[in-house]
């Protein structure tokens, strides 16, 4: 390499160093002639000429027969070998060629320095095609995965591995089984076919797509072909993606000359994009160059890890222009700029009136964390972006949805001092959410630390209610729910604000009935149907013939971002690469940074939902057609139970981040808001009565599944007339909820008593509607009922201290309301059958109400 070249090499190496998304595979050439336990590791042609001597013996070729097979590669060689190896070999054969592998194979050692350096690296994964054991010697931390070896992926999660494709000699000499030595065509196509390596593949496809690839000492004649003979599929893939780099290096016997046209086809053929030409001599030079590469990049990687989403600069575009419709439906659009650390705001952007109500709490200081509950598209990512303005003298860090922090960043980052970190929706999961909140509190506040964090409250997770639950954590912790309407209230109407901002773009004015996605939908509907939608995708898309393709939406719907490696085990990596190209402006794929960087992510990037309006549009039109509400609900059921295998172990031990990942897809308002449909109950419950029923083999022990299931039947109670279907599904949801609340009391969780509350609201409800809604009970049997709702109402609303009876709920608020009602009539007086709760019905309304009155006989 000349200067010139090394120089942008170097640039080019760094840069995905940095990202950690370079892979290397290591072929023959990296351990040729390296010592072994009993002469030194042969290169391919004399293994090639060893093969051929049994094959001569074997088959007792002839002069002819021999020169025929010299002129074949090794592979093709191995296809003749090992079938007469295995038909024809006595046991001296045998021994003789197994005791030439344990001797040139096995026992590997004295690597020179520069290739010890490289393979320590710190690669987070290598790839090897050859089946000797130098690497493990060199790096014995590596954890080896072979063919034809069932894998735990839980317990691989933060290793080191090394992937040998082709075989292993250790496992060669424990079997004698040619599986595990590698050299042909048809044994390595028998190795991918296998249903125990469907994860080696997959994670090597995986690779290919998500990663850039360094070829080592790997021949151009025979180890590719063999590595991408499992079909072109390989190949293909690389060439749907040019943005990663395929480096290949080629050892150069005559630096002086041009490659052969030939060569440079062949390259290309497997998806090389760029060829690091190196003397024979002087590849120890260039293993140093890897490593000094990647010695320099840690040093960089030290001290700027976090600074690209600190001091976030803000600037905002003309309200005339017209790039302001977009702001209202991508949210790219409010990304930062890497180069400025920019953001641009829209000329539409308001104050919301809960955004004042959080900047006076963190100016007083009064807690350290705050929480902002929002429903998608409720405007959560503007009221943080208005905050981190209103505090920019602060030691502030932004970090945007799409964006996933592990664990152990998050730890160190509390760990600074003076620090205000905003997360956006889906930086950090719930369940870091409340080791923050139950583990983290007194570290945040004796490091001078504050935290503001946008969760959607869709899923039922934090409440009010929630916080107050928990001792002394309402002092430290503030929660303010984002309504999902503008509002027209002091200090100042947002809805006014709003629509005088917009008047020059010639919008529709927002309607204080309208939700912002109401009105998102009818600027779409109106506005956008000319020339201005060109920027939007098609929506009428999706098919029940495309199950992947549907997984792929709903579970953007569901999630902010995806990683490639993710997509791989739900099985839907394809049809996101195929939405990031026909609607690449809603379906994004993007690099990870690298703070989200772990070593249990296989993928160096990720999948992102620039526009859940979009998403959910798409989506809610499949839903338009109740033929399609099958193929949603099996959609469902391929996601969660793929999410099942991805968070088990081969010992059937499940992570508990699987039961927090899954939450959305079963919570009844996130089904509803995801398949909105136009309909003023913002969804059809026919809809998500199907899913539930399609889940239940999948979920019926999880008491929050059998929650939502229940509230789902009172739904569906609520919405029929026809009394013998209201009170079938009412009786359903009175088992559920049972159940689910019998299942609740025998767990631990830290906030079980509010989740047991909730369920008990739940369970009032559907007693409400068997005792008001539904006729031909026996009176015997209704008045036991009153019985247990009255019961039911007086924990609520009398002795409880957990959870407030009110909901947010309009259809639960007028339950209530009605069931207070019929306790103040004469109606009551006759349907009840124990004297003792005319005292219980008494104090509930007074509570209630407010009014002292008596009802006994």
């Known amino acids: 390499m000349n200067k010139d070249d090394r120089d942008l090499l170097y640039n080019d190496i760094c840069i995905e160093l940095k990202r950690e998304r370079l892979i290397p595979i290591i072929g023959s050439g990296f351990t040729k002639d ?168 997959r994670i090597l496809q995986t690779d290919f797509l998500s990663n850039s690839i360094l070829f080592v000492g790997c021949g151009l004649d025979d180890e590719l072909d063999l590595l991408f003979t499992a079909g072109t599929q390989f190949a293909e893939k690389i060439n749907i993606d040019k943005d990663h780099k395929i480096f290949y290096v080629y050892y150069d016997s005559t630096p002086e000359k041009e490659i052969s046209k030939l060569k440079l086809s062949t390259l290309e053929r497997y998806g090389i994009t ?211 309407h503008l509002k027209n209230e002091v200090p100042y109407s947002e809805i006014n604000e709003f629509n005088k901002k917009i008047s020059p773009l010639g919008l529709i004015k927002y309607n204080e009935k309208n939700s912002i996605l109401d009105y998102l939908i009818r600027v779409d509907d109106i506005t956008l149907k000319q020339e201005n939608r060109a920027f939007f995708p098609p929506i009428n898309f999706l098919s029940k013939n495309n199950l992947s393709e549907l997984k792929a939406m709903i579970v953007l719907a569901n999630h902010t971002s995806i990683s490639a490696s993710l997509a791989n085990a739900l099985e839907i990596d394809e049809s996101l690469y195929k939405l990031s190209k026909i609607a690449n402006i809603a379906i994004q794929k993007d690099y990870m940074y690298n703070i989200e960087l772990t070593l249990d992510n296989h993928s160096g990037f990720k999948f992102i939902s620039n526009s859940n309006y ?95 299931e229940a509230k789902c039947k009172l739904r569906v109670a609520r919405r029929t007339e026809n009394n013998e279907h209201k009170v079938e599904s009412l009786d359903f949801a009175y088992r559920l909820i049972n159940r689910a609340y019998q299942l609740a009391s025998e767990r631990r969780a830290n906030n079980v008593e509010y989740t047991l509350a909730h369920m008990l609201v739940t369970k009032a409800l559907i007693l409400t509607n068997f005792i008001l809604n539904t006729n031909g009970y026996d009176p015997s049997k209704k008045q036991k009922l009153l019985h247990l709702t009255i019961e039911a109402y007086h924990k609520i609303i009398v002795e409880n201290s957990v959870l407030d009876y009110r909901t947010s709920s309009d259809e639960e608020i007028k339950d209530i309301e009605l069931f207070i009602e019929y306790l103040m009539s004469s109606r009551f007086k006759k349907d009840i059958g124990d004297i003792n709760d005319f005292s219980l019905a008494e104090e509930i309304i007074f509570n209630k109400t407010g009014k002292k009155v008596r009802l006994r006989r």
């Open 34 to 201: 390296s010592i072994a336990k009993r002469g030194k590791v042969p290169t391919v042609d004399s293994l090639k000429t060893f093969l051929m001597g049994f094959i001569n013996r074997l088959l007792d070729y002839n002069e002819s027969d021999s020169a025929e097979l010299h002129k074949l590669k090794l592979s093709d060689v191995a296809e003749i070998f090992w079938p007469a190896y295995q038909s024809k070999a006595g046991d001296i054969d045998k021994k003789e060629f197994q005791e030439y592998m344990e001797d040139h194979f096995s026992n590997v050692r004295d690597l020179e320095v520069a290739k010890s350096n490289f393979i320590n690296i710190g690669w987070r994964y290598l790839y090897t095609l050859n089946y000797d054991d130098a690497i493990e010697s060199v790096s014995p931390e590596l954890i080896t995965i072979v063919p034809y070896s069932k894998q735990n992926t839980l317990w691989l999660k933060n290793k080191r591995c090394l992937y040998k494709l082709h075989g292993d000699i250790k496992r060669y000499m424990e079997t004698a089984d040619p599986k595990y030595c590698i050299l042909s065509k048809s044994q390595y196509m028998n190795a991918l076919k296998d249903s125990q390596n469907e994860d080696m593949l």
């Open 614 to 708: 979009w998403v959910y549009r798409c989506l809610s039109r499949f839903a338009s057609q109740a033929t399609n509400y099958l193929s949603i609900a099996e959609a469902y059921c391929d996601i969660i139970n793929d999410y099942r295998l991805y968070y088990t172990s081969s010992d059937n031990y499940t992570n508990p981040d699987y039961y927090q990942i899954i939450k959305p897809y079963y919570f009844l308002d996130s089904i509803q808001f995801v398949f909105f449909n136009d309909s003023p109950y913002k969804g059809s419950i026919v809809l998500p009565n199907m899913i539930y029923k399609e889940l239940t083999p999948l979920l019926n022990e999880n008491y929050q599944f059998l929650h939502q």
């Open 274 to 484: 760029d060829i690091i030409r190196v003397p024979s001599n002087a590849m120890d030079d260039f293993y140093n160059f890897i490593y000094q590469s990647s010695d320099d990049v840690k040093k960089l990687r030290e001290n700027d890890n976090l600074d690209q989403f600190a001091n976030i600069r803000f600037q905002n575009i003309e309200i005339s222009n017209e790039e302001n419709i977009q702001f209202l439906f991508l949210k790219d659009k409010v990304s930062i700029n890497p180069k400025t650390k920019t953001i641009t705001l829209p000329g539409f952007f308001i104050r919301r009136n809960i955004t004042q109500k959080i900047i006076d709490a963190i100016r007083s200081t009064e807690k350290s964390i705050y929480i902002l509950g929002g429903s998608t598209l409720s405007g959560k990512t503007y009221v943080l972006l208005d905050i981190i303005k209103e505090f920019h003298s602060k030691n502030v860090y932004y970090f945007p949805s799409g964006i996933t922090l592990s664990k152990q960043l998050l730890e160190t980052m509390l760990d600074k001092k003076d620090a205000f970190y905003v997360f956006d929706e889906d930086t950090i999961s719930n369940a870091q959410i409340k080791d923050i909140l139950f583990n983290k509190i007194l570290q945040i506040k004796n490091n001078n630390n504050q935290i503001i964090v946008a969760i959607n409250k869709s899923n039922g997770t934090f409440s009010k209610y929630f916080i107050k639950s928990i001792p002394n954590l309402e002092k430290d912790v503030g929660l303010y729910l984002l309504d999902q």
